[in-house]
Nanobody, 112 residues
Framework: QVRLVESGGGLVQAGGSLRLSCTAS????????MAWYRQAPGKQREFVAV???????NYADSVKGRFSISRDNPKNTVYLQMNSLKPEDTAVYSC??????WGQGTQVTVSS
């Protein structure tokens, strides 16, 4: 059974930083592209960042230059380093292992 568990969310002031982690089990982690999505209250889920099996990364324009995605295959973990956080980054952040495995999400709240 595939399981993805996110951690690292919390409350932070604008301009601060957080690092999210997502640890996977039940799959061969190194063979899956991994991504982060987020969903703010009343809004649709949106793409944040993706990292391929080879380590190439892409980002949504809204987070480019502030967020960084990375992966540690021996630890079956993908990370999202979030810097210069803004109130509009407030959302539930979820990780996904392609093609369609999802974690439960972790809440990130940025206060102004």
């Amino acid at each position: 059974q595939v399981r993805l568990v996110e951690s690292g969310g919390g409350l932070v002031q604008a301009g601060g930083s957080l690092r999210l982690s997502c640890t996977a089990s039940g799959l061969i982690f190194s063979t899956h592209a991994m991504a982060w999505y987020r969903q703010a209250p009343g809004k649709q889920r949106e793409f944040v960042a993706v990292i391929t099996t080879g380590g190439s990364a892409n980002y949504a324009d809204s987070v480019k230059g502030r967020f960084s995605i990375s992966r540690d295959n021996p630890k079956n973990t993908v990370y999202l380093q979030m810097n210069s956080l803004k109130p509009e980054d407030t959302a539930v952040y979820s990780c996904t292992a392609f093609p369609n495995y999802w974690g439960q999400g972790t809440q990130v709240t940025v206060s102004s």
